[in-house]
């Protein structure tokens, strides 16, 4: 009885230890996209008007009469931008990626050419433009990626759990009841034959022994039930 027991324990620790370890992959995806990727592109997307501005006020800056008003409304756009850019990097759990640097990087080249003078300066200016715009697209792209890939594996560790765990609760299933089924066997025969020596014993049939079937406790007691019918018959014999 102990064994299939045994049996129908280990198949439910089984589900029970893989239910747990696919929670604990569901866990950590969850809190990677709301520490990380989600708060990541929510930033970034923020991050796009406050480019949008440091262009057009460094531009205008270059043109205007004075242009202190707009240096400054750059520069306070620029310390915006810089933060985010910063958060980013310090919420990333490995430190700075090569695409957070890039930008960072194409954002120093950009200020530098806005207050850069002479020739070819303007055809500079909109060379670094063009650049951060890219960079902070492949910013962009870079957490919206992420976004996906974690949602998709959060939805694919999830269809697998539910997979294994209702292929798991019928195996266990069909092992209990054939477990059980080959239990009721084992102690059917042997105990209709134990009922039969028992009945010969009582009326005196002390030569048929009961069959020794199994090494059980069954087997045990219908060795048992042999030996008293030996003694029994020897006393017989004797009387």
């Known amino acids: 009885v ?3 027991a045994l049996a129908v324990i280990i198949v439910l620790l089984a589900l029970a230890a893989y239910s747990t370890y696919s929670i604990w992959l569901i866990d ?13 592109s929510i930033d970034t997307r923020d991050m796009r008007p406050l480019l949008d501005e440091i262009e057009r006020n460094g531009r205008v800056a270059r043109v205007s009469k004075p242009p202190a008003m707009f240096f400054e409304k750059f520069n306070m756009a620029g310390e915006k931008f810089d933060a985010k850019l910063a958060a980013l990097i310090d919420r990333e759990p490995a430190g700075a ?4 640097l890039r930008l960072k990087e194409g954002l120093e080249s950009l200020r530098d050419a806005l207050v850069t003078q002479g020739p070819g300066a303007d ?13 902070l697209l492949d910013l962009e792209e870079h957490y919206a990626r992420r ?3 974690g949602v998709a594996e959060v939805a694919q560790i999830g269809r697998v759990a539910a997979r294994s765990t209702l292929y798991a609760l019928v195996v266990g299933l069909l092992v209990s009841i054939i477990v059980w089924v080959l239990i009721l066997l084992s102690l059917s025969r042997p105990l209709r034959e134990l009922v ?17 079937l199994s090494r059980d406790e069954l087997g045990t007691l219908s060795g048992a039930f042999n030996r008293m019918a ?10």
């Open 230 to 239: 030996a003694s029994l018959s020897e006393l017989d014999r004797m009387k």
């Open 2 to 4: 102990l064994l299939p």
């Open 123 to 135: 055809g500079l200016i909109e060379l670094r433009i063009a650049e951060a715009d890219a960079r």
């Open 97 to 100: 990626q090569p695409v957070h």
């Open 196 to 212: 039969s020596g028992t009945e010969r014993i009582a009326q005196g049939r002390f030569a048929d022994p009961i069959p020794v």
């Open 28 to 40: 950590g995806q969850a809190r990677a996209l709301s520490v990380y990727h989600l708060p990541g």
């Open 147 to 149: 976004v996906k890939r």
